[in-house]
């Protein structure tokens, strides 16, 4: 089985519990996922089957939320699975307050993850040392949120904020909640997210992994084709003898015109997928290298 699967994660489950679940519905030992989602988030979990898991490094990495904030409270986590470390009513808090603050979190921003997180510290993961009650200082990083808009306000003694949020890879929503509420200097929490969308797949389109478990017991379940998942890339096309050398893992001399932005997908002249190349310019020409062979030839 080759190709990639738009899974819809429900709420308890970790990312590695759902590639777990799909390796056993269908009996398939390569699956990997891209974008690691809470076990409290839901949505859009997208994973790839067989020798697709090499692909995975390609997929675009743009990403979409819906959350829902609640003012007045801190977590150890930034979000309701956590301890709850400081907890006071506002409800005095007013949406042009948040609407006049918000413009700081779009473009390009310096965001600490939350010290209850998968991202690597001195070698460990972020989430394991805080468990250990091990002091560790989290150093920010760059990341970009492309669009934030309000969808709704929910007023009261704890206040909540619904927000879309388009990003790229490594924003953490959790950030964004707990940020929002140091800043309002009333504290902030994430209550409920569901990812929209993730690397080119959408909420729309995804399945669960009941949905699952019954197209494989009725034989419906059918892949999504890795050209739907690599279609932001450029595509080039090399002839029989070209893809035969390329597949083999030699380097193919291209017309200069065209280069192009790496990675490219590169196929035959029969439209089936090579696998990923990328350009090398040397002093008299232009070649095409492999860096993912994906067809046997």
């Known amino acids: 089985?080759?190709?990639?699967?738009?899974?819809?994660?429900?709420?308890?489950?970790?990312?590695?519990?759902?590639?777990?679940?799909?390796?056993?519905?269908?009996?398939?030992?390569?699956?990997?996922?891209?974008g690691t989602l809470d076990p409290a988030a839901t949505g859009v979990l997208p994973l790839a089957l067989g020798k697709a898991?090499?692909?995975?490094?390609?997929?675009?990495?743009?990403?979409?939320?819906?959350?829902?904030?609640?003012?007045?409270?801190?977590?150890?986590?930034?979000?309701?699975?956590?301890?709850?470390?400081?907890?006071?009513?506002?409800p005095h808090l007013q949406l042009q307050q948040i609407q006049e603050i918000l413009p700081q979190f779009k473009g390009?921003?310096?965001?600490?993850?939350?010290?209850?997180?998968?991202?690597h510290v001195q070698g460990k993961r972020?989430?394991?040392l805080a468990r250990k009650g091990e002091n560790i200082e989290v150093p920010s990083r760059t990341v970009e949120i492309f669009d934030l808009k309000i969808l709704n306000w929910y007023p009261g003694e704890f206040p909540e904020l619904e927000i879309v949020i388009a990003c790229g890879s490594g924003t953490y929503i959790r950030s964004i909640a707990r940020d929002l509420g140091a800043i309002l200097n009333c504290g902030g929490t994430l209550a409920h997210l569901i990812r929209t969308e993730s690397s080119g797949f959408s909420l729309e389109n995804s399945l669960t992994l009941e949905?699952?478990?019954?197209?494989?017991?009725?034989?419906?379940?059918f892949p999504l084709s890795p050209t739907l998942a690599l279609n932001h890339l450029t595509i080039i096309t090399l002839t029989d003898e070209s893809a035969k050398r390329w597949c083999q893992g030699q380097s193919i001399a291209v017309d200069?015109?065209?280069?192009?932005?790496?990675?490219?997908s590169v196929y035959d002249l029969d439209n089936q997928l090579l696998g990923i190349g990328k350009f090398i310019e040397t002093s008299d020409q232009v070649l095409l290298a492999p860096q993912v062979v994906l067809a046997e030839n």
């Open 1 to 34: 089985m080759y190709g990639f699967l738009n899974l819809n994660k429900s709420a308890g489950l970790t990312s590695h519990d759902c590639v777990a679940r799909v390796r056993r519905i269908l009996r398939l030992k390569r699956v990997g996922h891209a």
């Open 53 to 90: 898991t090499r692909l995975l490094q390609f997929l675009p990495p743009q990403k979409a939320y819906q959350a829902r904030i609640r003012f007045g409270v801190t977590t150890t986590t930034d979000d309701l699975e956590g301890e709850i470390l400081t907890s006071q009513p506002v």
């Open 108 to 119: 390009k921003i310096q965001q600490i993850p939350p010290l209850y997180s998968a991202i």
């Open 126 to 128: 972020l989430y394991d």
């Open 211 to 221: 949905t699952l478990e019954t197209q494989v017991q009725q034989q419906t379940f």
């Open 256 to 264: 200069s015109e065209t280069l192009k932005p790496q990675p490219v």
